[in-house]
């Protein structure tokens, strides 16, 4: 497995899959490189995995400066799920100081939602201009995210359609620890208490199936949150999969959903999100 610093590198790769992360790796990353190396069998470049932890999506300074990272350990991991090669780009050769290039406009999902962009402003701004730079840096024909960010996946599909980019999107299923709670590398920053409560988050998640319309399925999560002493809620909604726009109760039989829920524990902002489809009544 190669390991890959600058852009001059990356160019030199033939085809490839690119699964682009922030590091400090786990399980849920590992089943997204091995998709990736699935994906990647027609490919020479095989999976390439990148590590940055992005400045420019995080709008709070100390969650920048407090995120995890543990290089050593993640080589390890991605040579483990069969990557071909790693990229480990310094701040300098993604964002060149001599040349800005040319960022990309938010598509209408990052932005129109209200969803993260409220919580975290400017945030799809920095994902649509790291994705937009990777994409030009690794010869990458398709490219790997996980279900896990919902709302990052829409985004990414919206981008390449938008910049006319020949880049498929692959989605990964998110990969949960045993409770259910949806693995990330901001678990660790829980206390053993909190990392208990967190489990409501996907408990929220699954009761919102026996619910009969969007707004009940809203209902139940808040309430499930809530019972668990998680009080400080971003959003716990029903929203339409493609644009994830309010769901009409009228459409909720028709239009395929998703149910989505942002909340802290312990100070950490912790994400989820799951299919939805109305439970309907017997006849
Ligand atoms: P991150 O390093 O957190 O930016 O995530 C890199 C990629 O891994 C993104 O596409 C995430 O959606 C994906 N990912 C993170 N956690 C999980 C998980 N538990 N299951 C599946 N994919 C995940």
Redesign the pocket.
């Known amino acids: 497995m190669r390991v890959l610093r600058t852009a001059g590198e990356t160019s030199a790769l033939p085809p490839c899959v690119l699964?682009?992360?922030?590091?400090?790796l786990?399980a849920?990353?590992a089943?997204?490189i091995r998709l990736g190396v699935g994906h990647a069998s027609d490919l020479p470049g095989g999976c390439v995995v990148s590590i940055f932890v992005n400045p420019s999506q995080f709008n709070d300074p100390r969650d920048y400066a407090s995120y995890p990272r543990d290089l050593d350990r993640d080589l390890a991991s991605c040579e483990r799920a069969g990557a071909a090669a790693v990229f480990v780009p310094d701040e300098h050769e993604v964002y060149p100081p001599s040349s800005p290039p040319r960022w990309p406009a938010v598509p209408s999902v990052g932005h129109l939602p209200r969803l993260e962009e409220v919580g975290r402003p400017g945030h799809f701004e920095g994902v649509c201009r790291v994705l937009a730079r990777l994409f030009e840096m690794v010869p990458c024909v398709r490219a790997?995210?996980?279900?896990?960010?919902y709302q990052?996946?829409r985004l990414a599909h919206a981008l390449v359609t938008q910049e006319n980019l020949a880049v498929e999107i692959v989605s990964?299923?998110?990969?949960?620890e045993d409770d259910g709670l949806?693995?990330?590398?901001r678990n660790v920053r829980l206390s053993p208490e909190g990392r208990t409560r967190a489990r409501a988050i996907s408990l929220a998640l699954r009761r919102a199936q026996g619910a009969r319309t969007p707004a009940h399925a809203e209902r139940i999560m808040l309430d499930t949150l809530w019972e668990a002493g998680i009080s400080r809620i971003e959003y716990a909604t029903i929203r339409r999969q493609d644009d994830l726009m309010p769901l009409d109760e009228r459409d909720a039989e028709t239009v395929p959903a998703r149910a989505l829920i942002t909340a802290y524990v312990d100070g950490t902002r912790l994400l989820d999100n799951a299919p939805w489809r109305p439970h309907l009544a017997q006849p």
């Not at 699964?19 to 400090?24: E, I, K, L, S």
């Not at 790997?144 to 960010?149: M, P, S, T």
């Not at 949806?182 to 590398?185: F, G, L, P, V």
Request: glycine residues 10%.
């Open positions: 699964v682009p992360t922030m590091g400090f786990h849920g990353h089943e997204l790997v995210f996980g279900e896990k960010d990052q996946l990964a299923p998110t990969v949960r949806a693995m990330s590398s």
